[in-house]
């Protein structure tokens, strides 16, 4: 079985995913090896067995120290060693009851309760024969422990043919305690008949293996192949196995090519039952300038539709002379109905609106006389759009304009009493729907600022400008086809921050007060007959509230007269710093009309509506947070945004928010993760049953309930859902969970994901995991992958031998 890393680079580094190996042995580095957070895997109390271990820089000592409680024999010739007798040489440490060692021929033979330790891996059997520099010899019926892995077993014997390479013959391997005899099971364990291992060659190949669950083999190999450290090896990955309602049961067979330093590629064959067979292809490069992934799914004939259905993606970036960079991403499907039939290839934050987009840019440092030194940025971008239309339901989106092409230079200082900057553009529209004409645009932005203050206050002026010319294809309302306007306007921002010391929450803190008052004048200019090519309607919120402008883009300014005004405070704890409170208000006050709004209307209203925004972390596990806009005119709250997360301890957590939007929106978000035995407990207790905290070495498996709700109450409907469970049973764990998601007021999809993960070795099943990270806030993971081994250690003394 392969690892499936990025491949390796010797210019940088390549961070992307690492293939699974289905069956690993011994020292494959298996990448679930970590620390549990709930039911941990701990070391055999074997491994410890007053065995002192090498110091840092041993692995540089080359002589050989023995001690024992009766040494006798010849220096130079045989020595023999007898009631705790311990051998080091480097980073190999041995322990036995009896041990002969010949210095001519660097052997050592032990017999009794003999200990091996080579690095972070135990080995303890009956009778051991050792070449102690070369590392050559045999260890008869030894349980072993791999520290990397935090897994172990049993064989009938090891060979070791040097330091890098060994035979296992016998053995069985696991992360739970092996156990034997009737009415018992081993959870899971791994069986050979025969294991090569290979370090140098990076291979081992495993005769006979078997994978047992609850002693049910799930998984059997007559011959296996599998990578031994971390490097890349071809060969197959593990089988992923899907259950959707839109494509019925899954199952994938990927296979992982090496096929070269800095080439690889990943073909999964898929059957689907509601689908039929399908091929998905991934291909990676790497080169010292530039890099990139090519992948694929090809669904030759759907039973579903009857159509060949495919998706095609393409990301490219890297380096040209000169300091240009660039990168490329391209993502198309076969049809509109690709996105909500949950066929893959197409992963995309916005599924319905898939962006091919081509841009190269340029940055350095110029020096201009007395401006100094001024940063330019040149860029140029390609961008076009697929919009995948629900014909079915009606329901359409609007996309947005494409750039064909954009070309665009930046001007900014860098320091000086004087902040600047000038910005130029062309930009070319079109769009996917033919009733929307296209266009060109040049436009330029400027602004000069000067701003004063210090720490405690700060004062900027500031002026700034916005200039479009228009060409059209099509005669705009007034008959045009070129047009033109320049906007200028001019602010005056000022902030201030002032605090004192105080006593709050049991603790001494520092509370902060910080107004802010902004003044901004932008002129009227009629753009009602301008075309709109990529201005929108910022949302209202706290940060938008001390904008200029309402609008986001080029193509529309709103006019304005006005003084926006808000006030936040805060408490910080004096030791730490950290923000225990903070409670903020603004509201903009109009001193004339604005007759540019984001609902096209003139506005006459003087004050704008009450911005209020809090949050809370000081009481211990929980934490809250709270907006809401409120229209005097109307005399009522019109958005309302609240969250509370409730985390008293690791996998602990609960999480509620509601969003109003008042004649638009209503909805409720839940998310968990929790001990299903924390919430029986007070039933527990009232039938008279024990239920304290079980600790680590009384662990007896912990079932989690996990979940994300996402509930309308304005249209009384789940818009998404995910309610599962997982079992750590401290060797392996199990997750459940299903996932259903709308795709349209009268349609959703449902999957459910089945994982089974084997600590030590793999996962098998579907990756749960990563739906989980992404849409239960707060989620932690039962096993930790940051979390390292700690090798056992234990006292004792040395004896060097001449």
Not at 114 to 128: E, I, N, T
Not at 354 to 372: A, H, K, Y
Not at 644 to 651: E, M, Q, S
Request: charge should be neutral; include cysteine.
């Amino acid at each position: 079985m392969p690892n499936r890393p990025a491949p390796a680079d010797i210019h940088r580094s390549w961070s992307g995913r690492a293939g699974v190996p289905v069956l690993v042995w011994l020292a494959a580095l298996a990448p679930v090896a970590a620390v549990a957070q709930s039911c941990p895997v701990t070391p055999p109390t074997w491994t410890a067995q007053g065995l002192r271990l090498p110091v840092v820089g041993a692995e540089q000592d080359d002589r050989v120290h023995l001690e024992a409680d009766s040494l006798s024999g010849q220096t130079g010739e045989s020595l023999v060693a007898d009631g705790r007798a311990q051998l080091r040489r480097g980073l190999l440490t041995l322990q036995a009851d009896h041990m002969e060692y010949r210095q001519r021929d660097d052997l050592v033979q032990a017999t009794g309760q003999v200990l091996l330790a080579r690095g972070d891996d135990r080995y303890q059997g009956s009778a051991l024969t050792l070449n102690t520099e070369h590392q050559e010899g045999y260890f008869l019926e030894p349980r072993f422990y791999l520290g990397r892995t935090q897994a172990g077993g049993r064989a009938d014997r090891v060979d070791f043919i040097g330091k890098n390479r060994m035979v296992v013959r016998g053995a069985a391997y696991s992360s739970c305690e092996l156990v034997e005899g009737e009415g018992q099971t081993t959870p899971w364990v791994l069986t050979t008949r025969r294991v090569r291992l290979d370090f140098d060659a990076n291979e081992g190949v495993a005769e006979g293996a078997v994978l047992r669950f609850y002693g049910v083999p799930i998984l059997a190999a007559p011959v296996l192949s599998f990578p031994v450290t971390e490097a890349r090896k071809s060969g197959w990955l593990p089988p992923l196995i899907t259950t959707s309602s839109n494509t019925g049961f899954g199952l994938s067979l990927p296979y992982y090519w090496n096929i070269a330093p800095d080439l690889d590629a990943t073909l999964t064959p898929t059957l689907l039952t509601k689908r039929g067979a399908a091929l998905e292809t991934e291909f990676r490069y790497l080169r010292e300038r530039w890099r990139g992934e090519l992948g694929g799914f090809w669904l030759p004939n759907d039973l579903g539709s009857g159509q060949t259905r495919w998706a095609l993606r393409w990301t490219q970036q890297g380096d040209l002379p000169s300091g240009v960079r660039y990168d490329w991403h391209a993502l198309r499907v076969s049809d509109d109905n690709y996105w909500k039939d949950g066929l893959r290839g197409a992963d995309s934050l916005t599924p319905r609106l898939l962006s091919n987009t081509v841009q190269s840019q340029q940055r350095r440092w110029l020096e201009v006389g007395r401006l100094g030194e001024v940063e330019q940025h040149l860029y140029a971008r390609l961008q076009q759009w697929q919009v995948l239309q629900d014909t079915g339901t009606g329901n359409q989106i609007d996309a947005p304009y494409q750039r064909t092409p954009q070309l665009g230079a930046l001007w900014s200082s860098r320091g000086g009493p004087l902040q600047w900057s000038l910005q130029t553009e062309f930009n070319h529209f079109t769009h996917t729907d033919p009733a929307r004409p296209g266009g060109s645009r040049v436009h330029a932005l400027g602004q000069v600022a000067l701003p004063l203050g210090d720490e405690g206050w700060r004062l900027t002026p500031k002026a700034s400008f916005n200039a479009a010319g228009y060409q059209v294809g099509q005669p705009l309302s007034d008959g045009r086809t070129r047009a033109g306007r320049v906007i200028p306007s001019i602010s005056v921002d000022s902030a201030w921050s002032l605090d004192r010391e105080t006593r709050g929450f049991g603790r001494a803190l520092t509370q902060t007060l910080e107004p802010r008052l902004l003044y901004a004048y932008t002129p009227w200019r009629d753009q009602s007959a301008l075309p709109n090519f990529d201005s929108a309607a910022l949302d209202f919120n706290a940060t938008t509230v001390f904008s200029e402008n309402v609008f986001s883009g080029v193509d529309r300014v709103s006019d304005a007269h006005q003084v926006t005004g808000g006030l936040t405070t805060r408490y910080l704890d004096q030791h730490t710093g950290a923000e225990l409170a903070r409670l903020g208000v603004a509201q903009r006050y109009r001193l004339a009309d604005q007759r540019i709004t984001a609902d096209g209307e003139t506005s006459t209203s003087r004050f704008s509506d009450v911005l209020v925004q809090g949050s809370l972390t000081a009481i211990p596990h929980w934490t809250l947070d709270s907006s809401l806009q409120f229209n005097a005119d109307a005399d009522r709250v019109v958005r309302t945004i609240t969250s509370v997360r409730y985390a008293p301890g690791p996998l602990r957590t609960l999480y509620a928010s509601h969003r109003l939007k008042r004649g638009a929106s209503e909805q409720l978000a839940l998310g968990w993760q929790w001990p299903i035995d924390d919430l029986l407990a007070p039933v527990q207790r009232l039938l008279g049953h024990d239920t304290r905290r079980r600790t680590a070495s009384s662990c007896d498996g912990r079932l989690y309930g996990v979940g994300a709700l996402d509930y309308s109450l304005k249209d009384r409907r789940v818009s998404g859902a995910i309610v599962g469970f997982e079992y750590d049973a401290g060797c392996w764990i199990g997750r459940v969970a299903a996932r259903r998601q709308s795709t349209s007021l009268q349609a959703s999809s449902t999957q459910l994901m089945l994982q089974l993960e084997l600590v030590g070795l793999s996962r098998l099943g579907t990756n749960a995991l990563s739906v989980l990270k992404d849409n239960i806030p707060g989620y932690q993971l039962l096993r930790d992958p940051r979390a390292a081994a700690v090798p056992p250690t234990a006292p004792g003394g040395d004896t060097d031998t001449p």
